[in-house]
């Protein structure tokens, strides 16, 4: 076994013996191997074939990948300032290597090659799409340009690597250092008793007395929902409003600059490419054709929303302001208005449904529907973790052989990155014979068990999770095996939420939701009662939920089409963008130290960037999807085998609207997302 246990690629990863001085020696030695390999390729003089390029390239990428993928998924949830040090050091060297690979035109003339030869037909589906997709990200990436535009070219891809994880450590350092401390319970008056605990604890763990709040989510959203003092809710949302801005505590920490950057370098690569913006370039490997397509949809989408979310706005205002003496709702009102209407309402709120979702119940009920509908079987295994809290499950099929694995990481905590996720660590692919199978790191940000308790999650949490395992399932019941089209790899970017949205309506369906619920205390079933409270209020408020994910998507797409570069700039700022589309499709004021950009993540530190619109884009999908399981039954495993065999199973190898449409039978429709959404007719 490999001393340096990045290089140990004999079975999963040694995260219990990874430390930040692994890093440097694994990179180096595993780009050196990649170079020799992609020597060898490239000057060979047989007659190009599948084993000759593809084969060789994959197998030295894949060790590379994994590597890479283990450092990268431990700075985002432990991260620590050795780690930080070690992967920051390392990460311009990697880009430079994707980045020269992606340029070098020994290898894109034997990808020509293999593309042009008669030989090409008698290739599987999977070794042709990945044919033409190395194709199309070889131009992508510069090989045709010019020797000088190249190195130009190079320079801005490990620039803008650099930003964004900037932009990334930006908003962590910014989050983990926010806290403020109350002297006295009743100062947290309204605020659930498993968020006061939790504060009690995190002040006792570092000496302190009274109660630490922290912009976590697991603290930050309760406070804004139940928190009687107005002060104390307007303290936080501020501060979670104004991170990684020049309005938050440390400026060094401030994103506008590096905003400003990531736009410019964007378009300067864009425009060496011979595209007239980024979002043109971002387009090209989706779905989507053009910017102006997607800017139609989601235009189309705000026209039909917003006289919804006007509805929502002005029913909630009144009630804030008839029922919480509130004349006028601010920002930091919104979320406790809400949670106080919705229990006015339908008399129920979030934390009483909350005790009806145990950890172990909810992760019962996912796993037995995905094993009723695609016939395979979960089962907890053990593996080296990074975390204590971490859990591991291995997947096999009905006649036991394995089919993959994956890590689940649900708890918020210091060092971790916020939001939820999921990621690859090991792909399914055939390597000199024998078949790798794949591997996902699933990840959340919810409240960790306290007082002796299980953990125990809202509605909207669960639907969290399942969302995640969506993506995850997408990476490990794949059955094809060839590495860059397996799994998730290759699957246009606004087509990879289809299987994630795709999962969360099941945590609307009663068959499902009754055997995943167990009060904490009691061991009682969720009340059908309840559940009808529930679904009730499943659309309430729905029409300001849309207007919010197409002003995010709407704001992207025309940063990344309309904002010019610097001395020719069509709007002064994002911000000024920003606020001409919220004057076309919000309708919900912002405070004015709302700094939301600075914290866009997605786009500034993620693959969102110009994609942002895939959210409602892949929601089209997953509902009409899931359509046809309302028709043939909630948990029918023919439509299962279905979905599994012509969405899941086909990962990247074709286009995800021929697979929509081999599961389907016809092409997507809209009627379903509207249905799901309560706007099917006019208000």
């Known amino acids: 076994m490999n001393t340096n246990p990045l290089l140990d690629f004999s079975g999963l990863p040694r995260f219990d013996v990874i430390r930040a001085a692994h890093v440097t020696e694994a990179v180096d030695a595993l780009l050196a191997e990649g170079q020799r390999t992609i020597e060898a390729v490239a000057n060979a003089t047989t ?24 450092v990268r998924h431990l700075n985002a949830i432990v991260n620590t300032p050795e780690l930080r040090e070690a992967h920051n050091a390392n990460l311009p060297k990697v880009i430079a290597f994707y980045t020269a690979l992606a340029q070098d035109l020994r290898l894109y003339g034997k990808y020509r090659a293999l593309r042009e030869q008669p030989e090409f037909a008698a290739l599987d589906d999977a070794q042709r799409k990945l044919i033409d ?21 190079r320079a801005v891809q490990e620039e803008l690597a650099d930003l964004s994880t900037r932009f990334e450590e930006h908003l962590l350092d910014a989050t983990n250092a926010w806290a403020h401390y109350c002297e006295s319970e009743a100062e947290l008056a309204g605020v659930p008793a498993e968020v006061v605990a939790e504060a009690r604890a995190a002040a006792e763990a570092e000496g302190k007395a009274g109660y630490k709040l ?8 309760p406070v804004l929902q ?18 990684g801005s020049d309005l938050g505590a440390n400026r060094e920490w401030n994103n506008a600059p590096v ?63 008839l029922e919480l003496a509130l004349p006028e709702m601010a920002p930091w009102d919104i979320a406790f208005a809400t949670e106080r209407l919705k229990a006015r309402r339908y008399a129920f709120n979030e934390q009483e449904v909350r005790q009806y979702f145990p950890e172990g119940q909810v992760l019962a009920g996912l796993f037995r529907v995905v094993e009723t509908i695609y016939g395979v079987r979960i089962h907890a295994a053990h593996a080296p973790v990074w975390h204590p809290s971490v859990r591991f499950f291995a997947i096999h099929d009905r006649q036991g052989a394995p089919v993959g694995k994956f890590y689940f990481d649900l708890y918020a905590r210091e060092g971790k990155q916020g939001g939820a996720w999921m990621d690859d660590a090991i792909n399914r692919k055939r390597v000199r014979g024998s078949l790798q199978h794949p591997v996902a790191y699933l990840t959340c940000n919810l409240s960790a068990p306290a007082g002796g308790k299980p953990a125990t999650f809202t509605h909207d949490e669960v639907i969290t999770i399942f969302h995640e395992f969506g993506h995850g399932l997408h990476q490990l019941l794949t059955r094809v095996e060839v590495a860059g089209v397996s799994g998730i790899q ?88 920003l606020d001409d589309v919220r004057h076309e499709v919000a309708v919900v004021p912002r405070a004015p130290y709302d700094r939301f950009i600075e914290s866009f ?59 929509f449409v081999a599961f389907r039978g016809r092409p997507p429709q809209l009627d379903a997302l509207l249905r799901h959404n309560g706007m099917i007719a006019s208000p």
Not at 214 to 221: F, S
């Open 133 to 153: 997709n190395e194709l199309r990200d070889f131009k992508l990436g510069g090989a045709e340009l010019a020797d000088a535009q190249k190195d130009r070219f």
């Open 259 to 321: 905003i400003a950057r990531i736009l410019e370098l964007r378009r300067e690569a864009a425009q060496l490419l011979g595209y007239h913006n980024f979002a043109q370039v971002s387009l090209v490997p989706k779905m989507a054709q053009d910017p102006d397509e997607v800017v139609a949809f989601l235009r189309d989408l705000a026209r039909r929303a917003k006289p919804f979310a006007e509805r929502d706005y002005a029913e909630l205002a009144a009630f804030a302001r």
């Open 601 to 659: 993540a997605h786009v500034f530190a993620g693959g969102y960037a110009a994609g942002y619109y895939s959210y409602k884009w892949a929601e089209v999908l997953s509902a009409d999807a899931f359509s046809l399981f309302e028709e043939e039954g909630v948990l029918s495993p023919t439509a299962g085998a279905r979905f599994l065999d012509e969405v899941l199973a086909r990962g990247g190898s074709r286009p995800a609207l021929e697979s």
């Open 47 to 70: 007659r190009p074939s599948w084993d000759s390029v593809a084969e060789p390239l994959a197998e030295s990428l894949d060790r590379l990948d994994r590597a890479w993928g283990a």
């Open 214 to 221: 922290t912009l976590r989510m697991p603290c930050y959203l």
């Open 490 to 577: 290759g699957v246009e970017w606004d087509a990879v939420e289809l299987p994630s949205q795709f999962m969360e309506n099941f945590c609307w369906e009663w068959d499902v939701v009754r055997e995943m619920t167990r009060h904490v205390d009691s061991n009682a079933p969720l009340p059908r009662e309840l559940f009808d409270k529930m679904l009730a209020a499943r659309n309430f408020l729905s029409g300001m939920a849309t207007v919010r994910q197409l002003e995010m998507g709407l704001f992207d797409m025309r940063l990344h089409t309309e904002f010019e570069a610097v001395g020719r700039l069509r709007w002064p700022t994002p911000q000024a963008l």
């Open 226 to 243: 139940y928190a009687e003092s107005r002060d104390l809710r307007r303290r936080l949302h501020e501060a979670y409003s104004t991170r």
